[in-house]
């Protein structure tokens, strides 16, 4: 989670900021409210939860279609990967 923050700081510290109710200036905090807010509404599934594997991995980048070039986290190397692997 959060792999977009440094191109999206500001706007990922307001939305910590409307959740939390105190300031949010860090990814660490960012990520901490927004772990505990998905808590809160029990949307804590991970890809296993959904009978995915860890050796479906190539298989779901793979599958990704359109195009990203307009996501500023796109420049990072191998972001679907990152992405889909912390989903596990």
Not at 18 to 27: D, E, N, P
Not at 58 to 80: E, F, K, R, T
């Amino acid at each position: 989670m959060c792999h977009g923050y440094e191109h999206a700081r500001e706007k990922l510290n307001t939305i910590g900021t409307i959740l939390s109710g105190s300031v949010c200036r860090s990814r660490e905090e960012v990520l901490q409210i927004l772990t505990d807010f998905m808590d809160l509404i029990s949307v804590t599934y991970k890809l296993p939860d959904l009978g995915l594997h860890r050796d479906q991995l190539q298989h779901l980048c793979d599958g990704v279609a359109g195009s990203l070039d307009n996501d500023p986290a796109y420049a990072v190397p191998d972001i679907v990967r990152k992405i889909y692997a912390d989903s596990f």
